[in-house]
Antibody, heavy 123, light 107 residues
């Protein structure tokens, strides 16, 4: 049973960089069949896809965030990470990591999720 | 970006009812449509992928159908644990996009 767990600061100041890590257990992060993704959900609102990453380094990002987002992987620790720069209050959200069963071009269904990490952007 | 529009935004139903939620894409997405269920304070849970394939462990009362631009999630014999918010998601082209959600609550 795959398990994912987000970790990172719950409070980030405006203009700084949000950093979160997702630790994967119960299976290999280096499987060819999966990408690893980040999705966020502002309080009381819907879901927004941030991006997906394959352990090989291939990544797909949401164009609306692409200039500020980096997703990376550390296979030795079975972790992947999200960095979002120049944050504002609009980036306040619950951030989820998830496994992606990809169908094409690195996109697919998210079948295992972390429990979510609330990140508040405030001074 | 492909826009996903769900209808209705909310509905009230009773245990045992049959519920239908519709998702419309702004352009054809073939069969690359997934459905998720989300309960308050919890992560979304994958119900159906590629339009009609039931995720392992999901009850058979959940069914999906459609193709192209119009898709449907049907819940037969609604159970108390099914009261939640449901989202559709397209994975045909980047960026992945989600519908705005449909909240199913108790009548």
């Amino acid at each position: 049973q795959q398990q994912l767990q987000e970790s990172g600061p719950g409070l980030v100041k405006p203009s700084e960089t949000l950093s979160l890590t997702c630790t994967v257990s119960g299976g290999s992060i280096t499987s060819t069949y999966y990408y690893w993704g980040w999705i966020r959900q502002p309080p009381g609102k819907g879901l927004e896809w941030i991006g997906n990453l394959h352990y090989s380094g291939t990544a797909y990002y949401n164009p609306s965030l692409k200039s500020r987002v980096t997703i990376s992987v550390d296979t030795s620790k079975s972790q992947f990470s999200l960095k979002l720069s120049s944050v504002t209050a609009a980036d306040t959200a619950v951030y989820y990591c998830a496994r992606v069963v990809w169908f094409q071009s690195g996109l697919g269904s998210h079948d295992y999720w972390g429990q979510g990490s609330l990140v508040t952007v405030s001074s | 970006d492909i826009q996903m529009t769900q209808s209705p935004s909310s509905l009230s139903a009773s245990v045992g009812d049959r519920v239908t939620i519709t998702c419309r894409a702004s352009q054809s997405i073939s069969i690359y449509l997934s459905w998720y269920q989300q309960k308050p304070g919890k992560a979304p849970n994958l119900l159906i992928y590629t339009t009609s394939n039931l995720q392992s462990g999901v009850p058979s009362r959940f069914t999906g159908s459609g193709s192209g631009t119009d898709f449907t999630l049907t819940i037969s014999n609604l159970q108390p644990e099914d009261f939640a918010t449901y989202y559709c998601q397209q994975t045909y082209s980047a960026p992945e996009t989600f519908g705005q959600g449909t909240k199913v609550d108790i009548k």
